[in-house]
């Protein structure tokens, strides 16, 4: 069991992007899909696929909590309040057990950790006395509260010891009743041995049986079309609802709510209270003031007030979706699109639409327009660095511009004067973005699948130029990704195991002759890649060009030599000395993607965490996992790093958190340096210096003149540990921090005040 302070988590997160301490995180996830609501402590309470999050109906504020404030795990498909001990428990869809109380989150992982042969989940929560009764997948478990333990486990007592699945159960008198997809079981409380199937017996043996309750003291389940009340083995009538599976029933402040296939209806005394039509809810309860809260799928939480016709919505700051296809940086802005082609490359019409994330919060795309109403899946997304336009490109759909983050153009065979092709797909045509980026004089590059001619650039006059490749066309129907060397070749990604394809248009600074490309392969002379299946490339500040493969990751020292005959250019393996013995650098690992930080220091993304490398790769600084971090995941699918505030986004297959790095880009000059914490006190551990000029050298100086410390900046930020040499914390008193460039032409001195 593990305690984490969420209240503490909370207020790390309180400051703006700018006061964001090193080494913080945030979580960027969307809320607006509920699996499961709670009220408790004149609060509703929200579990939701990224985590959770809390109204606070009297003050109408939100909260949310995630794996940065402290949750085991992301996906919460069941919360319930237990009054009587004023405490939250929370199921995650992997049957992770979280308990909040008193702003603490303690970690229950005991029937996670269970080896179950068939499915394994939680369908609802039951308190009693001081247990809580989870039915399951796979039988009963009894959870003590006060133990804070699982103290039985009710299995296979279905017909015979058969395994059977109970979706919920209530306890009424001396009994306990739970519901099976054959029927009600029930069986004594007070019997010494629940485990015995013979201690269970059918008091209504049909299918439908999702949900029992006890309303009003009595017990009511449903079954196919009506609500039923056993009455001492007699079953009455409560009232009829149609051919309809119930998802969820509630008892709450007198009302018995139902939730059905296509409604969501409040009884009283078998009487119709009121009834929702033509929804398709998840969850549907009713607090005290009679205030109706449905958690919904795709809007958040509705809420439906008594006697008034409009409902309130209510989904905290987020992005659009948890996927994440692609992202770039705008200054200290962030672009995400969020859907595209599936894994075999074919187009699954998500409408996510895309991102934007200003540092504070999320704005999601949602401008009406006639032509991008039709679109869908949103893949690829660049920020032209000079005019600071848009562009998103569509993988079925062509490609639009933004304007001051509003809709301005869009890029199809036939409007303005776009050179995209399409490809024919029986009556219909695609227009298919793979690949976007821009190149040192704005022009945008295009990868377009199942075009002729697959590269295509548009300059920022809106003129348009196609390139064949030759005999290299067919080499693949798609390419994910464009990146440029210094020499302006373009690297292409090909998934599905074809490689990485180099190319160069030629009649350019580099290249005066024709266009020329080459496929980069596993064979001495050609590439030497580890694998044909690569994830990502990345260009460093030195330009060498790092590559992530399904086997490892390697890099490219030479990429000017790629079309020089007979001049070897084949990729190197980073080794490394662990424990006096050579080895590769992540050895034959998946690598899922790789990015440079403002440090030149690079990021790598596995199926184990995420990894800060040194410049040249000799060194782990740094490794992220979802036990040792906030990282909601170990399965790390991109990486971004901000270089205006150094801030490091993971994206992974759970979704996004960030963390706030330690390099950013370097200053003209020392105008804007600045020191903080200042002062520092003894509860501090470290001090910033921002505002640098890239690569400063800094001499941390007493009052005497005595050097006690020397560092060297990150691109534009360098932190202090607030020791000497020796590595014993200073003493109090004024220190000057001499900030100087590496060829010392440019300097600055600030002071800082450390007490004890």
Same mark, same amino acid.
């Given at each position: ?437 821009? =190149? #040192?004089? @704005?022009?945008? $590059?295009?990868?377009? +699948?199942?075009? !002729?001619?697959?590269? %295509?650039?548009?300059?920022? *006059? ?22 440029? =060397? #210094?020499? @302006?070749?373009? $690297?292409?990604?090909? +998934?599905?195991? !074809?490689?990485?394809? %180099?190319?160069?248009?030629? *009649? ?22 580890? =694998? ?225």
């Amino acid at each position: 069991m593990r305690k984490i302070n969420l209240y503490i988590f909370c207020m790390l997160l309180l400051g703006n992007a700018a006061a964001q301490k090193l080494g913080t995180w945030k979580a960027h996830m969307p809320f607006s899909h509920i699996n499961s609501l709670a009220e408790g402590n004149d609060e509703v309470w929200a579990a939701t696929n990224s985590g959770l999050f809390m109204f606070d109906y009297t003050y109408n504020s939100v909260r949310t909590f995630t794996t940065v404030e402290g949750l085991g795990e992301t996906e919460a498909t069941l919360l319930r309040y237990n009054e009587a001990q004023k405490l939250f428990m929370v199921v995650y869809a992997n049957t992770n057990i979280d308990i909040i109380e008193n702003e603490n989150v303690s970690h229950y992982p005991d029937i996670l950790k269970t080896p179950i042969i068939g499915k394994k989940q939680i369908n609802h929560i039951y308190y009693y006395k001081n247990f809580a009764y989870l039915s399951c997948s796979f039988g009963i478990i009894r959870f003590d509260l006060d133990k804070r333990e699982i103290s039985e486990s009710y299995q296979n007592v279905g017909v015979g010891g058969s395994s059977v699945e109970i979706n919920s159960l209530t306890i009424s008198g001396d009994s306990i009743y739970a519901a099976t997809p054959a029927g009600i079981i029930a069986a004594s409380i007070l019997s010494p041995n629940l485990a015995d199937y013979h201690q269970w017996k059918y008091i209504y043996q049909g299918s439908g049986c999702s949900q029992i309750i006890t309303h009003e003291n009595q017990i009511i389940f449903g079954v196919d079309t009506a609500l039923l009340i056993y009455n001492n083995g007699t079953l009455i009538p409560y009232y009829y609802i149609g051919k309809h599976l119930i998802t969820t029933m509630e008892s709450n402040h007198g009302n018995l709510i139902v939730n059905k296939g296509d409604s969501i209806i409040l009884l009283k005394n078998g009487n119709l209270v009121s009834i929702y039509r033509d929804v398709v809810k998840n969850h549907v309860i009713q607090i005290k003031n009679g205030d109706i809260y449905i958690a919904d799928n795709s809007y958040g939480l509705i809420i439906h007030h008594p006697n008034v016709a409009s409902a309130d919505f209510i989904a905290p700051n987020g992005p659009v979706s948890k996927n994440l296809t692609d992202m770039c940086f705008d200054g200290t802005d962030l672009w995400t699109a969020t859907t595209g082609p599936n894994q075999i490359f074919s187009p699954l019409y998500g409408n996510d639409r895309f991102s934007h994330y200003d540092g504070e919060r999320w704005n999601n795309f949602t401008q009406s327009h006639p032509v991008i109403d039709n679109m869908r899946d949103f893949y690829k997304i660049a920020v032209n660095p000079f005019n600071k336009k848009v562009y998103v490109g569509s993988f079925g759909y062509g490609m639009i511009e933004l304007v001051n983050n509003k809709f301005s153009q869009a890029f199809i065979p036939g409007l303005n004067g776009c050179k995209l092709d399409s490809l024919k797909l029986g009556s219909y045509s695609i227009f298919q973005i793979s690949g976007l980026t821009f =190149d #040192d004089k @704005g022009n945008l $590059w295009i990868s377009n +699948p199942g075009a !002729k001619d697959v590269i %295509v650039k548009m300059d920022t *006059n809106y003129k348009w130029e196609s390139y064949n490749l030759g005999s290299l066309s067919g080499i693949s129907d798609v390419f994910v990704d464009i990146v440029l =060397d #210094d020499l @302006g070749q373009k $690297w292409l990604v090909a +998934p599905r195991g !074809k490689g990485i394809l %180099v190319f160069d248009e030629g *009649n350019n600074n580099f290249n005066t002759g024709p266009p020329r490309s080459k496929l980069l392969g596993t064979d001495v002379g050609s590439g030497l890649l580890p =694998d044909m299946e690569v994830s990502q490339v990345a260009k460093d500040k030195d330009g060498n060009m790092w590559v992530a493969t399904k086997k490892g990751l390697v890099v490219f020292y030479s990429p000017s030599n790629i079309f020089m005959p007979k001049t070897n250019f084949d990729a190197q393996r980073i080794v490394i000395t662990v424990n006096g013995k050579p080895q590769w650098l992540f050895g034959e690992d998946v690598i899922n993607c790789v990015a440079v930080d403002p440090a030149n220091r690079k990021w790598v993304g596995t199926r184990n965490g995420a990894y800060l490398i040194s410049a040249d790769g000799q060194k782990i600084l740094k490794n992220y996992t979802k036990d040792n971090s906030p990282l909601i995941s170990n399965f790390v699918s991109r990486i971004g790093v901000n270089p205006t505030t150094g801030e490091v986004f993971f994206a992974t297959d759970k979704g996004m958190v960030s963390v706030k790095g330690d390099a950013a880009k370097g200053n003209d000059n020392y105008d804007s340096l600045v020191v903080f914490p200042n002062p520092v006190n003894s509860n501090h551990g470290m001090v910033t210096i921002k505002g640098l000029i890239d690569n400063s050298n800094i001499k941390i100086t007493d009052a005497a003149g005595n050097i006690v410390n020397e560092i060297q900046s990150n691109g534009g930020i360098a932190t202090w540990d607030i020791k000497n040499f020796k590595g014993e914390r200073v003493h109090t008193g004024v220190y000057l921090i001499f900030s100087n460039t590496a060829d010392a032409l440019d300097h600055k001195v600030a002071k800082v005040l450390v007490f004890h």
